[in-house]
């Protein structure tokens, strides 16, 4: 299991007041030291967190890997295969939303051909690519059709619920794992994961990476990132010891 820890939190920080602290890159060092196994960032087209800069920034520093989020808008798509991270995750993203509200709409024919084109032209610069999708059978298969190397499925669902249908939700997710894994993509799982609701996913078999960040951030602020992010580690850890996902209780018991 790969821990990857989204840092675009600390940016959203810094950008509320347009100043130069507090830095993503300065973040992202602790977070190495507090046992990630890689750096997330979104930068997105509107650019209200992360900076290229600090993309920039990251590349040069990060020692484990840089996992870049984005939409397929043509001036970050050119940015990335510039600075080739080891991974690019394509996301659906609208000005309007707070944060990723889905996984990419894959049904229309013109986003399949979009989204299609810039996993091409990420792939030709020697990048591993990744879809953020629902965990559906049909998108799988659309992924696997459009020739990414992954898919993180996106966890809001299971998240932003509670009883019978978060139980119902996890299962969803253990299905399109289970179902990803058949097509010979990689798998991995991200948004909303929190120290409470992340062992039950980091406990299924097949999902190899989790990508978390609002959840630490604000851990964070009471304990250090450094901290923060071996607190996560050891849930994520402890997740695929052999009494997995009954290992719930301790997650919320951490707090």
């Known amino acids: 299991m790969r821990f ?32 990630a196994d890689g750096i997330t960032v979104h930068l997105r087209e509107d650019r209200r967190h992360i900076q290229d800069r600090d993309v920039r920034l990251l590349m040069e520093t990060v020692r484990t890997g840089v996992n870049l989020e984005l939409a397929t808008a043509a001036d970050v798509l050119a940015l990335a295969c510039e600075l080739r991270p080891m991974q690019a995750t394509l996301v659906p993203e609208r000005r309007e939303e707070v944060t990723t509200e889905g996984g990419l709409n894959l049904g229309s024919p013109e986003s399949r051909r979009r989204i299609g084109g810039a996993l091409a032209q990420l792939a030709a610069a ?65 948004h909303g994961l929190t120290y409470e609701n992340v062992i039950p996913v980091a406990a299924i078999p097949e ?18 990132i450094e901290q923060a992010v071996r607190e996560m580690a050891e849930l994520i850890r402890r997740a695929r010891q052999p009494f997995g996902p009954g290992a719930e209780a301790a997650g919320l018991a951490h707090h």
């Open 4 to 35: 990857y820890v989204n840092v675009d939190h600390v940016a959203t920080v810094r950008q509320a007041r347009r100043t130069d602290e507090p830095a993503p890159v300065r973040a992202a060092v602790l977070v190495e030291l507090g046992g």
């Open 126 to 190: 020697g990048i591993r690519t990744s879809l953020f999708i629902d965990p559906d059978a049909e998108a799988l298969a659309v992924a696997r059709e459009l020739a990414a190397d992954a898919v993180e499925l996106h966890t809001g669902e299971y998240a932003n619920t509670r009883g019978a249908r978060r139980a119902a939700e996890l299962e969803r997710l253990r299905a399109a794992a289970c179902r990803g894994r058949e097509l010979g993509l990689a798998v991995h799982a991200g």
């Open 207 to 224: 999902v190899e990476e989790l990508n978390i960040g609002h959840s630490i951030i604000s851990r964070a602020i009471f304990v250090g």
